[in-house]
């Protein structure tokens, strides 16, 4: 069973940095080069919103306006993990940040539809809390 396990999370003041990690285990090489991996954010009393998106094949992104030119999503091939770089961070940043996987193709992953459909994405990892005071 493929398991994603986010790690990196903290408080932080506004305009402080933090980069999260997204490791994936129980994937081959074969199955894991297909995914789109994502990450969500979810604050109290407020939806889950999709953050940024990167296919694993290619390493293509795909960024929810409201974090872009702060964020930035990238991976590492040789030991699956996917990493969300936090700069200029806002206290509306706060939440509790996921990563999730889907099996896509290149196309869908960097679409906004797939970004605003979390109930697509098979695989879910714990979360962590990013806090960012003012």
């Known amino acids: 069973q493929v398991q994603l396990v986010e790690s990196g999370g903290g408080s932080v003041q506004a305009g402080g940095s933090l980069r999260l990690s997204c490791a994936a285990s129980?994937?081959?090489?074969?199955?894991?080069?297909?995914?789109?991996i994502a990450w969500f954010r979810q604050a109290q009393v407020k939806e889950r919103e999709g953050v940024a998106t990167i296919y694993t094949r290619s390493g293509s992104t795909y960024y929810a306006d409201s974090v872009k030119g702060r964020f930035t999503i990238s991976q590492d091939s040789a030991v699956n993990t996917v990493y969300l770089q936090m700069d200029s961070l806002k206290p509306e940043d706060t939440a509790m940040y996921y990563c999730?996987?889907?099996?896509?193709?290149?196309?869908?992953?960097?679409?906004?539809?797939?970004?605003?459909?979390?109930?697509?994405?098979?695989?879910w990892g714990q979360g962590t809390q990013v806090t960012v005071s003012s």
């Open positions: 129980a994937y081959t090489y074969s199955t894991y080069s297909m995914y789109c």
């Open positions: 999730a996987a889907v099996p896509s193709t290149q196309s869908a992953c960097a679409s906004a539809w797939l970004l605003q459909t979390a109930q697509r994405f098979s695989v």
